[in-house]
């Protein structure tokens, strides 16, 4: 059973006190993986949007 977890009211304060950089983040990234004809490939968060197929 999960305890602790919630809903952070201070995110922003969190991020800059820690100094997180999630670019840098090789354990734990941030980017997204797409497939097509077959494979698979990355895509940085920031770019994943242009990879999406939305209606």
Same mark, same amino acid.
């Given at each position: 059973?999960?305890? #602790?977890?919630?809903?952070?009211?201070?995110?922003?304060?969190?991020?800059?006190?820690? #100094?997180?950089?999630?670019?840098?983040?090789?354990?734990?990234?941030? &980017?997204?993986?797409?497939?097509?004809?077959?494979?698979?490939?990355?895509?940085? &968060?920031?770019?994943?949007?242009?990879?999406?197929?939305?209606?």
């Amino acid at each position: 059973m999960f305890d #602790g977890y919630d809903i952070c009211e201070n995110e922003k304060e969190v991020i800059e006190q820690i #100094g997180y950089e999630k670019e840098k983040d090789t354990v734990n990234t941030s &980017w997204s993986v797409f497939c097509a004809k077959g494979t698979s490939f990355t895509v940085p &968060w920031y770019e994943a949007e242009n990879y999406m197929h939305t209606i």
